[in-house]
């Protein structure tokens, strides 16, 4: 019976693993050939092969379904990380996993992008592939005992439990470059390691925990107005042939004010808590490990000392106003931890004018001037998230 067992399942895991490792070289950047990556990189992406190929096997109980339903999520995971790479110059990363929850939590905000015939296609595509599964390839339970299933799909989990013991005892080093990291391990060990990083203690100096309880309020103190709008630069760093007369009133704001300059922050494509983060906490993103593909995961949610917190010591009421829902990014747990005394989301903007489908701009600046104007007793710090780009 055993035998049995073993000449359905391990054609299918050993098929199912070799063209899992061929997948992979579908990936861009392309990953190295598998005899050129480290042992132990190759260890775990056999071991976590063989346990997620045994998990589905004892849900499906048909080996060659549960191979193609893997395999076709690594080819998901491969496709969804060029168009990443296509788009943002960054492979999909472990901590990019939280945005399928995202996508479920709010539709709206990546439904339009696949459009909704193509998602409908999609579910369907899904259907009958799983209807076909069943109906093409008999269950192992029709062929053998419980008994006799379950210890197989035991063993199988075993062994990837094994291999991947071995793979972890030497620890592959990673450099947080998404890239370069994706093409020395391939994609299931980067993933793993990354996620590996994630759980680990991290300790950093925050700028802001060194400077004390902050001074006293003087009398009638400024107010203080931080805009986040990653839709706006000078445009005429880029061609000297720009007219200056363009930006007259970003112009006319630097002359009058006490101070200005440039600020380093992460501002390439999406991923606009990179920005908030780093602008918040005063922290490179060199300085954060692998937390810099998303801080707010778990980086986020302890105490920490920022420039919202720091002001709050001052005698400032923090408050951010983000016309989006609040628990987008977990900024409703978040936003608290990083010294801000209230979230004004989405709900506070029913029926307010939009731009497409988002708040409009001028809205959210109404708002921002009325928080200002009712403020005369204690100064405000209050952050402004742009209202036509709230879907990071």
Known sequence: MADSFWSAAAPAAVAGAGLSLLIERL?????????RRPVAALAIHLGLWLLLFSCLLLVLQRPFFAAAAL???????????????????????FQDFEYFSDALRHPRLYLPFLGAGRALLALLAFAAAVTGGLAIERSLLSRLPVTEFLAGAGGLALAGLLLLWLGLAKKLSVSFDA????RRLGLLAALWR???????????????????????????????????????FDVRRLFSGIRTEVLREFDALQASALWQGRLQVSAWG????????????????????????????????????????????????????????????????????LGFDEFIDIRSFSGAPKSG??????TV????????????????????????????
């Open 357 to 362: 489908p988002y708040v409009s701009d001028l």
């Open 270 to 337: 999406a991923n606009t808590v990179r920005t908030e983060f780093a602008f918040l906490s005063g922290l490179a993103i060199d300085s954060l490990a692998v937390h810099r593909f998303n801080p707010y995961r778990r980086l986020a949610r302890q105490e920490l000392a920022t420039l919202a917190s720091y002001l709050r010591r001052c005698g400032y009421r923090t408050v951010c106003v983000h016309p989006y829902a609040a628990s987008f990014y977990a900024r409703d747990k978040v936003y608290p931890r």
């Open 179 to 182: 890239a370069a990291d994706l």
């Open 194 to 232: 990354y996620g590996e990083e994630e759980l680990r203690p991290f300790k950093v100096s925050w700028p802001y925990e060194h400077l004390g309880a902050g001074p006293p309020v003087r009398a009638h103190p400024a107010h203080l107005v931080v805009v986040q709008s990653e839709s706006f």
């Open 365 to 392: 600046a109404e708002k921002v001037c009325s928080l200002l104007a009712s403020s005369s007793e204690q100064p405000l710090f209050l952050q402004g998230r742009h209202g036509s780009a709230c879907r990071q």
């Open 27 to 35: 990936l861009q950047p392309p990953t190295r050939p598998m005899w």
């Open 71 to 93: 395999l076709a999520g690594m080819l998901f995971l491969v496709l969804v990380s060029n168009a990443k790479f296509h788009a943002l110059r960054e492979p999909f990363v």
